[in-house]
């Protein structure tokens, strides 16, 4: 998950890439043509479960600890967003959909939370193996939400796996023509014409666009590189008219376990891509996973463990220092320090934050 540039200087549009060897500059008329309006519905088609079972339905955690995190949140002033997986609630049934809105809504009425965020990577790996399914949560969970907890706003994560395929460098029977194929297959909900329906049904606010970017030697198969595809991800999303339809988040994970052993040269490479080319187009922001976070085993987080800075951090508080927008996920039940020690820390770095609502 990492990437070959340099972070400093900052780009400029025309964005830099490299391809075959040669820097050359990849305009927005790389991907050709004026934004796409929806077409007339096109045919279902439901895509693999890839192991998914139906969730069991479990009972809400007490809500104590996340009021209290969101007050020790704002009082560092951290803008804050309600994390909750509404999807997985909704394919639970009505009772537990509205359980959880209702929860939501109880966290997103304390003042400093701007939105709620209801899907973590919608449509991969879910359960939401259709687009008329997606359609269907997107509508209940807007027609929800703004009853419940009005003027706040709703983000989606969301993975798009085709742009990781050089869009607009397609050219028939090329690798990336292929790899293009061969992501609808696999995730047809996530079909790039499907995320156009979903964008123009304007229940989503903000978007958080994972551009999944494949491996550095895959790339270099192709005659390109991390940046190049970043940067043609990006331009096809402008392209297809995103901008206009929803505030854009690029996100990106970056925490680690134990020690970061990565130097400035790999923080500063993850960043030109991660980051820096995102807002050199239409990312408005850029979310960060994780602050602290127990993950298939491991501890993952951003500074070395004692909440010790490291390369990575400091590329992060330059990137603050220019006056990027940084998200990252914070939960109080995985701190550091202690709940207000690492609140502090975060706001030196981060300007909004992600904070459960202990809906499951």
Known sequence: MTGPGRLWPRLSRPVLAVVAGTAVAILPAACGGAAPHPAGPRPEVSGPLHGWTPPQPEALSPLGDYQAAVKAAVAVHLRVWIETDLVKRWEEGPTWFRA??????????????????????LGYNDGMNSASKIRKFLSDAAQALHAAAPGKLILVDLVVPQLGCLPGHQAAGSPAATCARREEAAYPQLALPDVD?????????VLDLSTYLLSADTYKGWGANADSAQSAAWQEVDKRGWPRLVRLQARKALAHPGTYLGGSATSAADVQTYVDIPLAHDAHAVDIWTWNQLYEGQEYHLMNPGMRPNALWHQLQRLRHAGDVLFTHFSPHSVILGLHSDLAEIATVFTDIFLPAGTG
Do not use: C, F, N
């Open 100 to 121: 959880a809105v209702s929860r939501v809504a109880e966290l997103a009425r304390q003042p400093g939370v701007a939105g709620i965020k209801i899907a973590d990577e």
């Open 197 to 205: 329906t979903y964008l123009h049904m304007h229940a989503i606010d």
